[in-house]
């Protein structure tokens, strides 16, 4: 850069025109002062290569008196062109670097000495600090292009200077006398590389002492994940089956390591609290966080890995920040690749994101790479968070679990199970969710958008909306070892082994993923838009009076205090006027107003959206719901006709809506609802036989509205046997009955007037089917086909009598009776049903 008269004009152009914007200053001046020896030539040593932190030490040191680092200088017989030299060697015109290599200037100078005992020459270290410190930084923008451990671009720092260039800090340290080092005569090899060292060490501290320590991994992890056996054994068949050489193998290897790790900075997690801090108080009246003491006594010596409910893409940023402000340390989280885009990615990146491919198949290096960066944070003790629903739900329901990410963590833990690993649930319950329209845009057919860097600015256009509170619960944690003891006796023994792969993995995996969800459901946050939308979505017209909406609020509100879901579940407080205006300030109600009182209702736009926030709820109301169902089209019922009805629903209930009780806690949790209900009049008790009040009476309105709760659930199940019953033994594939289902679900919709997207959605009518085959109540054949019990078809009606009015069962029997033969010729001439058209 300065050996050339045309380098030094082009350096001292470049040195003007930055500082025509920058201001810089020296910290602590006397501390290389005191050893300096004017007398004797100076070198300054940077740690990496920066025309702009040279220009800044040239301007520093010309206000200093000390010698200038661009201009020659002699030790003994060697003519240095100029002071300095950089530890990490320049680029070569190609742009590569080896960083092993030791400077040049390094290496003359201590030859020189050898050669000149009488000479000596002192080597400054000095390092350029653009910006405050981001320990003490209050603005996002300073502290999101603040100096960290991280490699820095040319345009990054390009960016920092404009950003950051007022404010810039030059620390010179005391000096190294390379005279010391040269008289201890360990050869010339050894003398540079002990220099190198020292100054590496020192800029280390340096730099730990005025931004803070290097928390980021990933630039030794990346490195190690190839040192790996298995992962070696990946390379090597890697390279066999492509025919390619070992070493293409690895740099593909090292390329997925890249693009999998994070590069978790504290700059970024302080910018993202910053930012954030004004984001939630700008568009929320404010989080609430239940049970956070509790995860803060298990993370005492354990691996923990956060496995959250997935509503919306801020559910990332929201528990980070919420754990970084609870003195907890944040996750290292699973992000798909799809949120890898420009600037979000890398800042995503930089909190602590790893991203992965939505399918690892026909990729055995990637999965090999991927499985063994996340064994090495297990076993390093990292927090890790992913999702078990793998996506964002988009009916408000909690998802069937994707295992991958469970499979990996067990896979890892009986390789080496050092560290005990303990699962955290996180419910993130929102009053109203940023992406919520798009949701169900998506799944009323809607092309599923791909993420952009532009949907910031949409964020951004929606800050003038309210948006209401945020609810944060972190539910009963899941020991991994206590619950592989009850599912599998012997595991630890047995995971001795090497490569252990074991034939009971895959099922108790997704017994894992069930009890994560279940888990999740009883951390619940019950908020007063959950309890609007069920009222209103579970009247005939969308509509009721104040007074009536009142009721049903306040009789909602006393069952669940009087017989609480779960221990982690939260409710909130007031009473049922207390919500409706909280909810009215949102715009969710419109309201009419005539001589007789007001009347509160959804619009069209917003009774589809409610159903979103009626879901997040629909577990918990779910066997009240079911119990209601019973009386309203029977007068009366023993306990042991509600208890048999109950055991045969309960279990498809159980399994699409992850409900916590098991079938030997059931008698017990159905004697409480039943005396809660008797408590509250809408049940009475004469010789063991359970009365519903009488059908004009105000307590039956209230039952029938809590029955409605249920109801599209147990419709749909009556639709999927209807159509089984209808073609009969042996003529059905579960995937054929799957769309006839779907088929239905669409027509009744439209029939009835069914505002609930998710009525027709095919991954329930999918869910239900594989319910019935585990329960044994289906069977496949040979070819695929279904059969079912003889008994079925008397079975289900007889349930249906009970929980279904007529009308309804009349109107599924003749869809299934016509719309299946017509959906039957469909399927024959392999025409797709109209769900699948719109994907």
Known sequence: MTRSPFRRLVFSAVRRLLYLWVRSETINQSSYGLNLDRGRPIFYVLQSPSISDLAVIDHECVKAGLPRPVLSVAVGNLLEPAAFFYLTPEPDWLGRQDKRGAPPTLKRLVSSLSDSPEEDAQIIPVSVFWGQSPASESSPWKLLFADSWAVTGRLRRLVSILILG???????????????????????????????????????????????????????????????????????????????????????????????????????????????????????????????????????????????????????????????????????????INL?????????????????????????????????????????????????????????????????????????????????????????????????????????????????????????????????????????????????????????????APHYKPDWLHETTHRLGAKVARHLNEAAAVNPVNLVALALLSSSKLALDQRALERVLDLYLTLLRSTPYSPHTTLPDGDGKALIEHVKGMNLLSEQNDALGRILYLDEQNAVLMTYYRNNVLHIFALPGLLASFFQSTSRMSREQILRFTHALYPYLQAELFIRWSLEELDAVVDQWLQAFVSQGLLRVENDQYLRPAPSSRHFVLLTLLSRAIAQTLQRFYMAIALLLNAGQHALSAEELENLCTIMAQRLSILHGLNAPEFFDKSLFRHFIQTLLDEGVLRRDAAGKLSYHPQLGELAEGAAKRVLPAEIRLSIRQVALHRGEDAAEDLDLGAPPPSEKAE
């Not at 003398?191 to 980021?216: C, E, N, W, Y």
């Not at 070493?247 to 593909?252: I, R, T």
């Not at 303990?422 to 949701?439: A, C, D, K, N």
């Open 166 to 336: 007022r404010k810039t800090r030059v620390q010179f340290s005391a000096p190294i006398h390379l005279r010391e080092l040269v008289d201890q005569h360990k050869g010339h090899e050894r003398t540079v590389r002990m220099t190198q060292r020292i100054l590496r060490v020192h800029f280390r501290h340096l730099k730990t002492a005025v931004i803070g320590p290097d928390i980021s991994h990933r630039r030794h992890l990346v490195k190690g994940l190839v040192r790996d056996p298995q992962v070696r054994q990946a390379i090597a068949e890697e390279a066999d089956r492509q025919n390619i050489s070992l070493e293409k193998a690895e740099a593909q290897a090292l390329r997925y390591g890249n693009e999998i790790a994070s590069d978790y900075t504290y700059t970024a997690i302080r910018f993202l609290e910053v930012i954030l801090s004004w984001f939630w108080n700008k568009i929320y009246d404010g989080i609430k966080v239940n049970h956070i003491d509790g995860v803060k006594d298990i993370a005492q010596g354990n691996e923990i890995i956060y496995v959250p409910c997935h509503r919306s893409h801020i559910d990332y940023l929201l528990l980070s920040y919420l754990l970084f402000r609870n003195g907890l340390t944040p996750p290292h989280i699973a992000a798909g």
């Open 340 to 496: 890898n885009m420009p600037v979000i990615g890398s800042l995503l990146r930089r909190g602590g994101a790893f991203f992965m491919r939505r399918t690892f198949k026909g990729n055995p290096l990637y999965t090999a790479v991927f499985n063994e960066y996340l064994h090495t944070l297990f076993t390093k003790g990292f927090p890790v968070e992913y999702f078990v629903e793998g996506g964002r739900s988009r009916t408000g329901r909690m998802l069937q679990p994707k295992t991958g990410m469970l499979a990996i963590t067990l896979r890892s833990y009986l390789r080496s199970s050092r560290m005990p690993i303990v699962f955290v649930p996180v419910y993130i319950g929102y009053e109203l969710v940023l992406e919520g329209r798009t949701y169900l845009g998506e799944l009323r057919g809607a092309v599923k958008k791909k993420e952009s860097i532009f949907d910031v600015f949409k964020v951004i256009g929606a800050l003038k909306q309210r948006f209401g509170q945020v609810a944060v619960n972190f539910g009963e944690p899941i020991k991994l070892a206590q619950f592989l003891d009850q599912q599998q006796s012997g595991w630890r023994e047995q995971a001795l």
